[in-house]
């Protein structure tokens, strides 16, 4: 989930089991599109909003509510998606996982390995930071930086991601925050 500068967001206390409200005074529901069962991740970008399925599809959906069904249709489950400089950054389950690179259009461009295969299949997973892609790496425990043409940049270690339950998003221009099923993690991590 990207939180968006509103009045209203909501902080989920798993520990506590209780959510927080703010007001609801700027968010309202306008439209409601069924797509499947189990949507893994959704992204907007340029008008279209990319919702991907545990079972490989991922639904394109324009501004009046027109779905494309199957606009990209993959092997394994998508587990994440992020818009970039106009190509969809998609990470797939497989052993090990893979990115994989599309364009506007539906066109694949590329795919690379990322090294984890213990990830959970929930929560956003890519992160771009200064025209790096961030992906958590949770079977060694850290979080792999790539270019947007599948290059290694560098690994940073982050010894809490070691719960299988990760998510993770852009705090600032050089760093993100993560979010791991631990009762006593609480991580930010800087780039």
């Given at each position: 989930m990207v939180v968006h500068s509103t009045d209203d967001v909501i902080f989920c206390d798993q520990s506590q089991r209780m959510n927080i409200r703010s007001p609801p005074i700027g968010l309202q529901l306008v439209k409601e599109i069924k797509v499947g069962?189990?949507?893994?991740?959704?992204?907007?970008?340029?008008?279209?909003?990319?919702?991907?399925?545990?079972?490989?599809?991922?639904?394109?959906?324009?501004?009046?509510?027109?779905?494309?069904?199957?606009?990209?249709?993959?092997?394994?489950?998508?587990?994440?998606?992020?818009?970039?400089?106009?190509?969809?950054?998609?990470?797939?389950?497989?052993?090990?996982?893979?990115?994989?690179?599309?364009?506007?259009?539906?066109?694949?461009?590329?795919?690379?390995?990322?090294?984890?295969?213990?990830?959970?299949?929930?929560?956003?997973?890519?992160?771009?930071?200064?025209?790096q892609l961030a992906i958590p790496d949770v079977t060694n425990k850290r979080i792999t930086l790539y270019t947007p043409a599948g290059e290694v940049i560098r690994h940073i270690q982050c010894d809490e991601i070691s719960n299988t339950y990760v998510s993770m998003c852009e705090c600032d221009d050089n760093s993100v925050i993560i979010s791991c099923n631990h009762p006593s993690a609480k991580v930010s991590s800087s780039i």
């Open positions: 069962n189990y949507c893994n991740t959704v992204c907007h970008y340029k008008g279209y909003t990319y919702v991907g399925l545990e079972n490989g599809a991922i639904h394109r959906i324009d501004d009046q509510g027109n779905v494309t069904s199957e606009f990209i249709k993959l092997a394994k489950y998508v587990l994440s998606i992020r818009a970039h400089d106009d190509q969809l950054f998609i990470l797939m389950y497989d052993q090990p996982y893979k990115i994989l690179v599309y364009d506007l259009n539906g066109s694949h461009i590329r795919t690379w390995d990322h090294a984890d295969r213990n990830g959970s299949f929930y929560g956003n997973k890519i992160s771009i930071v200064q025209n």
